[in-house]
């Protein structure tokens, strides 16, 4: 009786790595991940299915206050300012300069403690953006300036803020300095405020990292390339 013979081929194998890393990614997705604004490198701020600014009443309701520090009222209608507005001429009769930015994330799933935000902004070559900070999380009525948490951009990027500076930052929310990540899930929502020759690219909100995620990545890749070997 002849013996029979098992024949593993090797596009089987490669198919069945592909598989399994594929299903290894599929749990990397299970990342609650929001983005605002498009990732374009501060192009166009027209692209309204993508660059739409939403805020939260009371934000919005201080964002255009008048008076004493109300750039938007005073030099821009009353709007705040859009996403990408990096260039003068994205700005109206004055421009980008003294235009202040905010954005809520609204209907927030619950944060986990390493939760962060992640936000593409830049400085103008209008007035002054040396003196432009971000903060997080407005808690006043709409006539009040007070947030949860702030930072000079100056800070956050160790160096000075001045036309033409372009820094991606990270944000802990439930660590250090920062640490509002209880503020966050109790409202379930979150503000961002960035001052006022500032653009901004996106806002990305990472709200669920799932453990282990980088080590089964990385069996994933192993086990793939294991079999492209033989
Ligand atoms: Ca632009
Ligand atoms: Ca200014
Ligand atoms: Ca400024
Ligand atoms: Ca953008």
């Given at each position: 009786m002849q013996n029979a013979r098992i024949v593993t081929n090797p596009k089987s194998i490669l198919i069945l790595a592909g598989a399994l890393a594929a299903c290894?990614?599929?749990?990397?997705t299970a990342n609650t991940t929001i983005l605002a604004g498009d990732m374009d490198n501060f192009g166009n701020t027209n692209n309204a299915r993508v660059d739409t600014v939403v805020t939260r009443r009371a934000f919005g309701t201080w964002l255009s206050r008048s008076g004493a520090g109300g750039n938007n009222t005073a030099?821009?209608?009353?709007?705040?300012?859009?996403?990408?507005?990096?260039?003068?001429?994205?700005?109206?009769?004055?421009?980008?300069?003294?235009?202040?930015f905010?954005?809520?994330f609204i209907s927030l799933p619950m944060l986990t403690k390493d939760a962060e935000l992640r936000i593409r902004v830049k400085g103008n070559n209008s007035d002054i953006p040396s003196n432009d900070a971000i903060e997080l999380q407005y808690t006043g009525d709409g006539t009040n300036s007070s947030f949860l948490w702030g930072s000079s951009l100056a800070t956050l990027n160790g160096s000075p803020w001045n036309s033409g500076s372009t820094?991606?930052?990270t944000i802990k929310l439930g660590a250090g300095g920062a640490n509002i990540l209880n503020a966050i899930n109790t409202r379930g929502y979150l503000d961002v405020y960035v001052e006022d020759d500032t653009a901004v690219d996106w806002i990305e909100l990472n709200t669920v990292p799932t453990p282990g995620t980088?080590?089964?990545l990385g069996l994933g890749g192993m086990v793939a390339m294991r079999r492209r070997r033989r």
């Open positions: 290894m990614t599929g749990v990397a030099f821009h209608g009353g709007l705040s300012m859009p996403f990408d507005a990096d260039q003068f001429s994205e700005g109206g009769s004055n421009g980008n300069s003294n235009w202040e905010g954005y809520t820094a991606t930052f980088a080590s089964l």
